[in-house]
C-alpha cells in the first residue's frame, strides 16, 4: 500500500510564500515522476509541476518563475516552494506520484492566498 502525506497549505497574502511537501511511503517501486496538481472551486483540477526521477521538470505557465518543485529521491518527498503568490492561486493542492504501473494522489491541502 503507498501513502502519500502532504503539508505546508494555509493561508498567505499576496505576494507572500508557501512551501508545500509531500512524502510518500509503502510499496514503492519504479517512480517515474511526482508533481502538483490544483483545483479551484468550479474549476478542472491542473497540473501546475512535476518533476521526473531523471530531473527534468515541468512548470505551468501560470506558475514559471514563482513556483520551484524539487525531491529528494531517497526520502520519497517532493516540494513546492511558492513564492510572489496571488490570489489565483488559490486551490486545493495535491501530490501526484506516478510509479509505471500506476498513479497515487494525495489528500490535498488548501491553499488561500488573500489579504
Known amino acids: 500500500q503507498v501513502q502519500l502525506v502532504e503539508s505546508g497549505g494555509g493561508l498567505v497574502q499576496p505576494g507572500g510564500s508557501l512551501r508545500l511537501s509531500c512524502a510518500a511511503s509503502g510499496n514503492i517501486f519504479s517512480i517515474y515522476a511526482m508533481g502538483w496538481y490544483r483545483q479551484a472551486p468550479g474549476k478542472q483540477r491542473e497540473r501546475v509541476a512535476g518533476?521526473?526521477?531523471?530531473?527534468?521538470?515541468y512548470y505551468a505557465d501560470s506558475v514559471k518563475g514563482r513556483f520551484t518543485i524539487s525531491r529528494e529521491n531517497a526520502k520519497n518527498t517532493v516540494y513546492l516552494q511558492m513564492n510572489s503568490l496571488k490570489p489565483e492561486d488559490t486551490a486545493v493542492y495535491y501530490c501526484?506520484?506516478?510509479?509505471?504501473?500506476?498513479?497515487?494522489w494525495g489528500q490535498g491541502t488548501q491553499v488561500t492566498v488573500s489579504s
Open positions: 518533476i521526473t526521477t531523471g530531473g527534468s521538470t
Open positions: 501526484k506520484l506516478s510509479l509505471t504501473y500506476r498513479d497515487y
